[in-house]
């Protein structure tokens, strides 16, 4: 199966910026989606921003629309989540996703549809 490695993570004042990456073990044709979640302590995980690969399309979460910026670089095989006026709020464990074959819009925020995970990377935020 794909591996995926997230790397950036860190911690960072209020309204500072980082950006998280990760790469995958392969690249895959049938790979529609790409997408980055966070989870934070006895929450649920929660999509952040995912981009639709084959229609070049991307959503966010209204909490971080202004702020985040999805991306990928093809030749790395690598997908990217830039931070920006980072807040206390944003602190979590962050996780890369992908998905195969079949995707859909309406599901871009849906953990459970995505089939490949990394381990996550950590961003703390502190006030």
């Known amino acids: 199966q794909v591996q995926l490695v997230e790397t950036g993570g860190g911690s960072v004042q209020a309204g500072g910026s980082l950006t998280l990456s990760c790469t995958a073990s392969?690249?895959?044709?049938?790979?529609?989606?790409l997408g980055w979640f966070r989870q934070r302590p006895g929450q649920e995980r929660e999509g952040v921003a995912t981009?639709?690969?084959?229609?070049?399309?991307?959503y966010y979460a209204d909490s971080v629309k202004a702020r985040f910026t999805i991306s990928q670089d093809n030749v790395k095989n690598t997908l990217y989540l830039q931070m920006n006026n980072l807040k206390p709020e944003d602190t979590a464990m962050y996780y890369c996703?992908?998905?195969?074959?079949?995707?859909?819009?309406?599901?871009?925020?849906?953990?459970?549809?995505?089939?490949?995970w990394g381990q996550g990377t950590q961003v703390t935020v502190s006030s």
């Open positions: 996703a992908a998905v195969e074959r079949k995707c859909s819009t309406n599901s871009w925020d849906k953990a459970d549809l995505f089939r490949y």
């Open positions: 392969e690249y895959r044709s049938n790979i529609c989606a």
């Open positions: 981009l639709f690969t084959k229609i070049s399309k991307t």
